[in-house]
């Protein structure tokens, strides 16, 4: 069935834009109306994006970006599923409550896609089936999920997991995010103040030190020339700096690059620790979720393999996987993986012969989320009087480096 995008006036004057399915334009016009809203245009979209427009899509920079910025965010998805959860909850059809559902969504894009999902159940569909159409937005985990729902007659149940799993997520990153804006707008201030003191203010101050026929001390002579550098080559220091993240970007997009920057990160001194703990949580929760809902062990393996977001986790679960394929347990099979922390094996271990495998995997999540969460909180703490100690002895050898010929010349006059 055809989707339009319209843009229309209320019953009282005032305007208003979504989208509505409908057999052709006509049908979408007596539609609004029937709803009391009075189209002013109308125009029919795309379900999904082609093969040709993806092509078009990677040639044009100005679409790709265009793309990007109307990509369906996470926090969209959980909210969507939380919504019709409660709908389904509430003894709502499935096809209701997605109908529901499409104009409280504010993308303008998921309101497109939720659309094409209901007309494909409608026609015959499965709710599965028609998320896997959109794999781009909805994960394997969410299909999978889903897919199980339906089969046991569950579907409000795991929709209601889903938006917890979702949600729980979600606010991880975002406290970890906000955890680190501070550090880092911090960093950029700094690094700002520093090229505008040294490429326009030093300059000026130290120019009356060039006619000066004595010999200048040595941090002054470094601050003479570390500032000409700067202020003479700073569109140098741009396009290298630039070089290098962009030939590092797609040094890591190869697959030696990927498996060489996941490496690097997990034998960081404090940060790889943080990241094994934070992608074992992530592998956990998720692993715990697909088993409550009644996805089977080798399953579930398969969908977690890339949750985690590390090459090296992803190949030790597919080990992992291969071990519980020939019948053994699923905390010896990870003991053998060097990569996941100790306590995570002993906690699946007591799960495994207490039959509450699900809850000490969300129990082992819970605690690496707490471990992360507080160690990030005490580095952001102690990055903040440690970038102020730097920004201080820099400029502390700033006005030292200024202020020494000064005084040499007060000593000669004298």
Same mark, same amino acid.
């Given at each position: 069935?055809?989707?339009?995008?319209?843009?229309?006036? @209320?019953?009282?004057?005032?305007?208003? @834009?979504?989208?509505?399915?409908?057999?052709?334009?006509?049908?979408?016009?007596?539609?609004?109306?029937?709803?009391?809203?009075?189209?002013?245009?109308?125009?029919?979209?795309?379900?999904?994006?082609?093969?040709?427009?993806?092509?078009?899509?990677?040639?044009?920079?100005?679409?790709?970006?265009?793309?990007?910025?109307?990509?369906?965010?996470?926090?969209?998805?959980?909210?969507?599923?939380? /919504?019709?959860?409660?709908?389904?909850?509430?003894?709502?059809?499935?096809?209701?409550?997605?109908?529901?559902?499409?104009?409280?969504?504010? &993308?303008?894009?998921?309101?497109?896609?939720?659309?094409?999902?209901?007309?494909?159940?409608?026609?015959?569909?499965?709710?599965? /089936?028609? #998320?896997?159409?959109?794999?781009?937005?909805?994960?394997?985990?969410?299909?999978?999920?889903?897919?199980?729902?339906?089969?046991?007659?569950?579907?409000?149940?795991?929709?209601?997991?889903?938006?917890?799993?979702?949600?729980?997520?979600?606010?991880?990153?975002?406290?970890?995010?906000?955890?680190?804006?501070?550090?880092?707008?911090?960093?950029?201030?700094? &690094?700002?103040?520093?090229?505008?003191?040294? =490429?326009?203010?030093?300059?000026?101050?130290?120019?009356?030190?060039?006619?000066?026929?004595?010999?200048?001390?040595?941090?002054?002579?470094? #601050?003479?020339?570390?500032? *000409?550098?700067?202020?003479?080559?700073?569109?140098?220091?741009?396009?290298?700096?630039?070089?290098?993240?962009?030939? !590092?970007?797609?040094?890591?997009?190869?697959?030696?690059?990927?498996?060489?920057?996941?490496?690097?990160?997990?034998?960081?001194?404090?940060?790889?620790?943080?990241?094994?703990?934070?992608?074992?949580?992530?592998?956990?929760?998720?692993?715990?979720? #697909?088993?409550?809902?009644?996805?089977?062990?080798?399953?579930?393996?398969?969908?977690?393999?890339?949750? !985690?977001?590390?090459?090296?986790?992803?190949?030790?679960?597919?080990?992992?996987?291969?071990?519980?394929?020939?019948?053994?347990?699923?905390?010896?099979?990870?003991?053998?993986?060097?990569?996941?922390?100790? #306590?995570?094996?002993?906690?699946?271990?007591? =799960?495994? /012969?207490?039959?509450?495998?699900?809850?000490?995997?969300?129990?082992?999540?819970?605690?690496?989320?707490?471990?992360?969460?507080?160690?990030?909180?005490?580095?952001?703490?102690?990055?903040?009087?440690?970038?102020?100690?730097?920004?201080?002895?820099?400029? *502390?050898?700033?006005?030292?480096?200024?202020?020494?010929?000064?005084?040499?010349?007060?000593?000669? /006059?004298?």
């Amino acid at each position: 069935m055809p989707v339009f995008e319209y843009a229309a006036l @209320t019953k009282k004057g005032k305007k208003k @834009t979504g989208i509505i399915d409908a057999d052709g334009a006509s049908g979408a016009r007596q539609k609004l109306r029937d709803s009391e809203i009075y189209p002013i245009s109308l125009k029919e979209l795309s379900g999904s994006v082609s093969k040709g427009e993806k092509r078009t899509v990677t040639l044009d920079i100005g679409r790709r970006l265009a793309r990007r910025l109307s990509r369906v965010k996470p926090s969209d998805i959980a909210v969507m599923t939380r /919504q019709l959860s409660t709908l389904l909850w509430a003894g709502l059809p499935l096809v209701s409550a997605l109908e529901s559902l499409i104009p409280q969504t504010r &993308s303008t894009r998921f309101k497109k896609i939720l659309a094409q999902v209901k007309n494909a159940i409608v026609e015959g569909s499965g709710f599965a /089936q028609s #998320l896997s159409m959109y794999s781009g937005v909805f994960s394997a985990l969410y299909i999978n999920m889903i897919r199980a729902g339906e089969t046991a007659g569950t579907l409000e149940i795991v929709l209601e997991r889903l938006a917890d799993l979702m949600e729980k997520q979600n606010a991880l990153a975002s406290r970890i995010k906000g955890a680190l804006y501070y550090p880092v707008f911090m960093a950029a201030v700094g &690094s700002l103040v520093l090229f505008a003191l040294m =490429g326009y203010v030093v300059p000026k101050i130290t120019s009356i030190f060039t006619d000066l026929s004595q010999t200048l001390p040595l941090p002054t002579i470094f #601050l003479i020339a570390a500032s *000409g550098f700067i202020k003479g080559y700073w569109w140098l220091f741009m396009i290298l700096t630039g070089g290098l993240a962009y030939g !590092a970007r797609l040094f890591i997009h190869t697959k030696k690059g990927r498996y060489s920057f996941d490496k690097m990160k997990l034998s960081l001194p404090i940060a790889g620790n943080m990241i094994k703990k934070l992608s074992a949580s992530r592998f956990f929760r998720t692993l715990a979720s #697909l088993l409550d809902n009644g996805v089977s062990m080798l399953k579930a393996l398969e969908i977690v393999k890339n949750i !985690a977001g590390n090459v090296l986790f992803a190949d030790a679960l597919e080990n992992v996987a291969e071990e519980v394929g020939k019948g053994r347990g699923l905390a010896e099979s990870i003991s053998e993986q060097n990569i996941f922390p100790a #306590l995570s094996v002993q906690m699946i271990q007591v =799960g495994e /012969q207490s039959g509450e495998l699900e809850a000490m995997l969300s129990k082992v999540a819970e605690i690496y989320e707490k471990e992360v969460e507080n160690a990030i909180t005490g580095m952001t703490s102690l990055l903040e009087p440690v970038m102020i100690l730097f920004m201080a002895v820099i400029i *502390g050898f700033i006005v030292v480096a200024i202020a020494l010929p000064i005084i040499e010349m007060n000593q000669i /006059q004298m």
